[in-house]
């Protein structure tokens, strides 16, 4: 099984690219653990209020019991940066910076209130309740440099590191990201989105990649165009000139394994892929897509197929909805307004 469990998203303008798969197992050098579990709910303000035992900055982030994440971070973060610390939390979000971060209290905690509505968000488009995904999510933010050396993923907007069934999750961003809010809005509901795909479906070996980034790809523009009318701005670029062929090769190439191989590929193949969850949503008429995937994602992971899981959670054929989608493509080659029409992209 060769998967890359980091999930990279929104390299600038092109769109994200698989990650380096190094380091999937094996004991993380780590912080963690910081907060103590259980625990009352972060209260909004900076300073001094108690979440879980925790003393310093709280946020409110949600409903219900929070469990801290007492696993180390993924170690790709965690040897990039060893000096990580809590700087402040909530009940479904931590973040988490490097001792000496220049980030003020107050920056933190816009930051964090941000990540929590756009996980909220999220949680509320894939139909999962905020109890199901209890640990707290825990985002980290450090400077240009130590991201691009955690991810090796230099000029992109966040990377997440989906949970698999044998390392924990973490989403990091570079602190220059926080100044374009556009931008970090669209990034953080993407990579919220592998957060809870992944935790839902740990054993992800049979889950194609036009799913994985399609529904990430979606969730950032939805956010996107509900915060500031603007979906993810790559997509439409490619998607202005696609035909069915653009379809039949996202889904040839952007299969089980990422057979990308610049990030011109990877903007085209999440184009495509994100734009083919957003037909089955509006153009079939299949108002909870992202749900239904979420729970194809969640019966794969626990081993059933997925082309059959596909048509009975969608009510239609993979092959079918694949082909039909190609010649939607085809059919508005020249009429991209009703391409559009209905859609997060119109
Ligand atoms: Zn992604």
Known sequence: MVRAFAVIALALALGCSSGDPAGGTGGAAGSGGLAGSGGAAGAAGAGGSSVGGFAGLGFDCGQGDPQADDRPLPKDVTAAAPNLELAATSR???????????????????FGQGACEALLFDLDAHDVAQPDLSTRVRIVVVDGATFDQATGAPGAYGVAFSATHSATDAVILPADGLANVVELDDTLAHELTHIVSGRAAPYDAWLPWWLIEGIAVLSGSQFGKKLHDQPTGFVVDWLDVADGSDADLTFQRYGLEDQTQNLGEVGHDQALSGFFIEYLRVKRGIADVQARLLSVMRKVSDGDDFAETFAAELGVPLAQAQADYAQFLDDTVADLAKRYAGTVFE
């Open 92 to 110: 479904r979000i931590e973040v988490w910076t490097p001792k000496d971060s220049p980030l003020l209290d107050s920056e933190v905690i816009d």
